[in-house]
């Protein structure tokens, strides 16, 4: 193997971001990914083959007219090794996926290569939120939540007006306020979780079901709407059916026209790869950019912390006071 594609490929090492479009599989763009990062690598030079001594015949003759056979010693290149006869020198290069997006949906898309994988492992155990741009339109319902499945019913929107939408979105984040802070596992009376709420550094400890950290009005042009969410453990399909229970609580239908990530942790969508960015040298760069950055910026997940534990600390700093 050539140390210039050794040396390509360590550059390679890490996580990045790319744009993934409506409509298009997660695995499609994993593997374009990939053939185009083998294609790369596969370009560098390779080294100059490995030479080893040969002794070939030679016929020599003689001043009185004879031959002679005699061997010469010389230095031959080992064909073994030569890039026509071992193929390509990366045939496979593992290509790990993080949060992923349905088919539907559209946004940022995390990826990590070589070692990487493990960063991105450690991202998608972190309790880090993604944020959402949610399109959506009054008066249909649909089996599935979106507008291109099965419709089965029509309902009236005009009554609906801003100030009923913001009231509704207020009510759902309220309760999704109280199943946070019943899933932090934080004691709610000790200072921890009054700075962390300070903070907006509440998060999930463990398993949780999927939680709306936010939830706002971006624009309302009847029937037409879009909203935005931070979330955490969610999947697309539970962001389409919140706005299937915005249409009910207004005495309506709602169905999603289009869901789009706009970050996935620190990646947002100014770091996110388009399609015709996908090639070798670009997402060399990304990767060295994301390197020393994501892990600064991803939230610590809360620690766990009961009564008991608060009132000890309580008085031991007491005790330090008195001293």
């Given amino acids: 193997m050539g140390s210039r594609a050794v ?5 390679l090492e890490g996580l990045f971001a790319v744009y993934k479009p409506p409509g298009v599989h997660w695995k499609l763009i994993r593997d374009g990914i990939e053939t185009n990062l083998l294609k790369g690598l596969n370009s560098a030079p390779p080294l100059e083959p490995r030479k080893q001594i040969a002794f070939l015949p030679e016929i020599r003759e003689g001043s009185d007219g ?17 890039p026509l006869v ?45 944020d959402y741009t949610v399109e ?33 979105l207020g009510m759902i984040q309220g309760s999704n306020q109280k199943a946070l802070i019943t899933y932090s596992n934080i004691d709610l009376s000790s200072q921890q979780a009054y700075e962390l709420a300070v903070k907006g550094s509440l998060y999930p400890h463990g398993k949780s079901p999927p939680i709306l950290t936010g939830l706002r009005c ?21 962001l389409r059916r919140v706005v299937h229970e915005v249409g009910l609580e207004l005495r309506s239908t709602a169905v999603c026209t ?7 942790g620190p990646f947002s969508l100014q770091a996110a790869l388009t399609h015709k960015h996908w090639s070798f040298p670009e997402i060399t760069e ?12 991803t939230p610590k997940e809360p620690q766990p912390q009961n009564k008991n534990t608060e009132k000890v600390r309580m008085k031991r700093k007491g005790a330090a006071g008195q001293d």
């Fill in 86 to 130: 071992t193929g390509p020198q990366f045939k496979k290069l593992h290509v790990g996926v993080g949060h992923r997006l349905d088919a539907f949906s559209s946004g940022v898309l995390v990826l990590g290569v070589g070692q990487g994988n493990k960063m991105l492992a450690d991202l998608c155990n972190s309790q880090t939120t993604r």
């Fill in 258 to 264: 289009g869901v789009r990530r706009t970050r996935d």
């Fill in 136 to 168: 959506g339109e009054f008066g249909l319902a649909t089996e599935d939540f979106s507008h291109t499945g099965r419709l089965v019913e029509r309902t009236t929107y005009d009554h609906i007006t801003q100030d009923d939408l913001e009231r509704v």
């Fill in 218 to 238: 971006l624009s309302f042009k009847p029937p037409y709407f879009t909203l935005e969410m931070q979330c955490v453990n969610e999947t697309q399909r539970v």
């Fill in 7 to 11: 040396w390509m490929f360590r550059g």
């Fill in 286 to 297: 990304a990767i060295r950019q994301s390197q020393f950055s994501w892990r600064k910026r």
């Fill in 66 to 82: 004879s031959t002679e056979l005699t061997l010469t010693a010389t230095r031959l290149p080992i064909l073994a090794n030569h």
